[in-house]
């Protein structure tokens, strides 16, 4: 089991272009959460998702950011005219169906807007 | 929503002492308070949970407790070593989300 992958590990973006951070969630899991973590404080949850279906999108910003997780392929968050502010480390989970419990951990992508 | 804060900040102990960080929560529906470890630059790594039905869970060095009518919860690391230095998170789930405390950096002095 290859666990959570996230890709790419680094992206760096000039200010006003776009990310697209990829999550691909563990064998099995059916449940995504992308949380954002800046310099030095803890993890703030942005948005779930199930497949093909956004549950809970409460913490993302509310211009500029966006989720998705199709019925194939990995789980996207795109953030469009990247700031400064946007740097930090996105961290993807997932998690089993029918409970939260078994939270994974994605490496993260971290994200450096120049 | 769950509002979870963390205590202290930073933390830094002898190699040997025991470390002991504490969180509080405010919503009461939260049911599984998990910690995580982060070493720099990498994912946070579950290292111990606890569920609202039991009070203290113990594994090898670390054990947690839980008070559920104060609504707060510890992690206590004894015999610390300098591997154990990290940030620590407590986290608080409720229905679906895990919300996290600001962490705690843990320095162990050899």
């Known amino acids: 089991n290859a666990g959570v992958m996230q890709n790419p590990r680094h992206l760096v973006r000039r200010r006003g272009q776009e990310a697209r951070l990829r999550c691909s969630p563990m064998?099995?899991?059916?449940?995504v959460y992308w949380y954002r973590q800046l310099p030095e404080e803890g993890l703030k949850f942005m948005v779930y998702l199930q497949k093909e279906n956004i549950i809970d999108e409460s913490g993302m910003p509310k211009e500029r950011f966006s989720a998705e997780f199709p019925k194939e392929g990995p789980s996207i968050l795109r953030i469009q005219q990247v700031v400064r502010g946007d740097s930090a480390a996105y961290f993807c989970?997932?998690?089993?169906?029918?409970?939260?419990?078994?939270?994974?951990f994605g490496s993260g992508t971290r994200l450096t807007v120049v | 929503g769950e509002n979870v804060e963390q205590h202290p900040s930073t933390l830094s102990v002898q190699e040997g002492d025991s470390a002991v960080i504490k969180c509080t929560y405010s919503?009461?529906?939260?049911?599984?308070f998990p910690w995580y470890k982060q070493e720099l630059g990498k994912r946070p790594q579950l290292i111990i949970d606890i569920r609202s039905n039991v009070g203290e869970k113990k594994d090898q060095r670390i054990a947690v407790t839980l008070n559920k009518t104060a609504k707060h919860f510890s992690l206590h690391i004894t015999e610390t070593q300098p591997e154990d230095s990290a940030v620590y998170f407590c986290a608080a789930f409720n229905d679906y989300k895990l919300s996290f405390g600001a962490g705690t950096t843990v320095t162990v002095r050899a």
């Open positions: 989970a997932s998690s089993p169906p029918g409970q939260g419990y078994g939270y994974t």
């Open positions: 064998k099995g899991h059916s449940h």
């Open positions: 919503d009461s529906a939260s049911n599984y």
